[in-house]
């Protein structure tokens, strides 16, 4: 195998095998996303939780769709301005899980209060969150995708994310035995055309040994029949000299 198809050998394993990963490691974080959302709270290497923005509260900055990724943290350093989700005690939200803005920092008896507030809302929220109803702190949210997670929660969805990358990789594998076939067939008929080849060679050879052997045995006859001729010529001069 010359180096060339060596190397565009390689590179196509090379490629298989990084589409490969990247296919399986989307399925297991969609996976992932949707056992997520469907959850109030699901952790993530022990320190994050994801969440999709369902209300428009906090619109211009968190728009509905959005899928939030929350970092736990310390109460204690919270600050205004940083965007948190909690467990709110305002009984418009009935323990529901929120996230808003911190737009003040008090102190009560068990440490910090924050009030907050909808970035949307005009008004500030009836009640401020507890340090111990803190789930954590936004530090990332991926605008759209809570609509990506609500239709693969639907049955043409749950066909996207677990029927179709399986028919992927069959496809994929499926081509790849056949170029591995073909290229077997083409190794193997090669190997046949270089033998068939070979025996012919050695058959011209053998033929063209031939051909020169038989042009050499009449020179031979003829020079054996010279040298009878001149045996008999020697015995004649031999008779008229006696």
């Known amino acids: 195998m010359s180096r060339t198809k060596r190397f565009l050998h390689v590179l196509n394993r090379c490629i298989s095998v990084v589409l490969t990963v990247l296919l399986v490691g989307l399925f297991l974080v969609m996976v992932y996303l949707i056992i997520a959302s469907n959850t109030q709270s699901m952790p993530f290497f022990n320190q994050y939780s994801i969440y999709t923005v369902t209300t ?21 350093t919270l600050e205004e301005g940083d965007i ?29 209060m924050f009030i907050t507030k909808g970035d949307a809302n005009e008004d500030r929220d009836g009640a401020a969150a507890l340090p111990s109803n803190v789930l954590g702190k936004v ?31 069959l496809v994929v594998e499926v081509i790849q035995l056949i170029k591995n076939i073909c290229r077997y067939v083409d190794e193997k008929d090669q190997k046949k055309l270089d033998s068939e080849s070979q025996t012919g060679e050695i058959s011209d050879e053998k033929n063209s040994q031939d051909d020169q052997t038989r042009e050499k045995s009449p020179v031979t006859e003829e020079a054996e029949g010279d040298s009878t001729k001149e045996a008999a010529g020697q015995d004649n001069t031999d008779e008229e000299n006696a």
């Open 56 to 76: 428009g509260s906090m619109t211009g900055t968190l728009d509905v769709g959005s899928v939030i990724v929350v970092k736990k943290v310390d109460p204690q």
């Open 84 to 112: 948190i989700t909690f467990l709110s005690n305002d009984p418009m939200f009935n323990g529901k899980v929120v996230t808003h803005r911190i737009v003040e920092v008090t102190e009560g008896t068990g440490g910090k």
């Open 139 to 169: 530090v990332l949210h991926i605008p759209w995708l809570g609509y990506l997670l609500a239709f693969l929660k639907t049955k043409q969805g749950y066909f996207l994310i677990l029927i179709l990358p399986c028919f992927a990789l």
